[in-house]
């Protein structure tokens, strides 16, 4: 009695829907439709039973997906209305009564030997294929981001906070691999602590890869679909092909450096302003634009005059400054006069300076050019420029290179014996190398 029972309760057919999945949560299980007013006969068969011929309704961002026997059988993600007509259920309202009937009276003889239960299980599932969003993320620890301020690359320490936005796209992977079989929904709550943690994972080997197109830290607000698509390739493996997830957003609310590393940004930028001359200017324009603002605003008697006084001294100060980074000195009058102004071309125009002569070694005199124009001869080095032999030859090395003769004892020569430069006079060199910075002593003697 208990076999033919339970299959005359699952002989009619179910209505199965899913109310609106919100946005926490991921997938719920399908419900049959029961009258609320006691009106249904439906009300004794199983839950887990399908009967052949059931209606089953998929709304706009829902995938629906059957399983029978712990395996996924039937599986839809289009808007509409279906029949399941392959359900091994049968039922005697399917049209011939004939062959329906022999089928139930096989389905009571196989249920009466599991003691009248049903020896089946058929499960429908629905999948949140919406876009998941607000999911916040912050990185608790600073990210290490190759940034280049001007021509220098810096390691900069950063913080970055913002949401991100998922979507199931393979349901069958979702279902498979993560929540399996549920009783009536799973809530994204299950999954999110997981999610953010390799998210936050993936964002250092992502911003390196954003770092290395040139991209500045700073920007990164401005290229967040780069960062989406370096975020999906890094998180493939383990959202898309294995839980059947891909990231639809990305947003990045703030990106902030640590308080050392702005500093020194704050530095480079400085010197870099510093090292342009029209800049340079600038800044002292606007300088002392303020000290006479502020000079101008001070009531207390001399106040004024000392605040002028302070702005003609700051003026000199600023213009030595400049001169230290290679403008020449400014006039020393108003301190708003630019540094270096361009005379006008008469005042800038200078004489024409003689031009030196020689005398060659066979006695002519009055040579203007590089040859005596008696014997053609060429005109003799300086003797700043190394040492004279006896045959006239100027020579750096230790022995003339005309006649070979050793050089006398009293004239040192001067290299760098650590990086092999000479100054413009060999014999007075300077106390430091320019180049190495090693000092000149004995052992740079030639």
Known sequence: MGAADGVMADQWKEFLYCDSLDKDTLAAKGQKRTSSRGRSSNTSGEDNIITKGSVIVVNEGQCMMIVEQGKVVEICAEPGEYIYDSS????VFGGDLASDLKAVFRNMGKRFTFGGDAPKDQRVYYFNTKEIMGNKYGTPQSIQFESMIGPYMLNVNIRCFGEYSYRI???ILFYTNVCSNFDTVYERSEIDSQ???????ALQPAFGRIAAKGIRYTQLINYTKDIRNELSEELSEDWGKKRGIEIVSFGVSSVKAEEEDER?????QDSAIMSNPDMRAGRLATATADAMRTAAGNEAGMGGAFGFMGMGMAGQMGAGAMGAFGQGAPSQGNPLTPPMQQAPASQQAAPPQAQAVWTCSCGHAGNAGKFCEECGKPQPKSASDGWTCSCGTVNKGRFCMECGAK???GEPLYRCDKCGWEPKDPKHPPKFCPECGDPFDESDKQ
């Open 169 to 171: 796209a393979n349901p």
């Open 407 to 409: 050089k006398p004892e």
């Open 88 to 91: 091994t259920e049968p039922t």
């Open 195 to 201: 999610l953010k943690s390799e998210l936050l994972t």
């Open 264 to 268: 020194r940004i704050k530095e480079i």
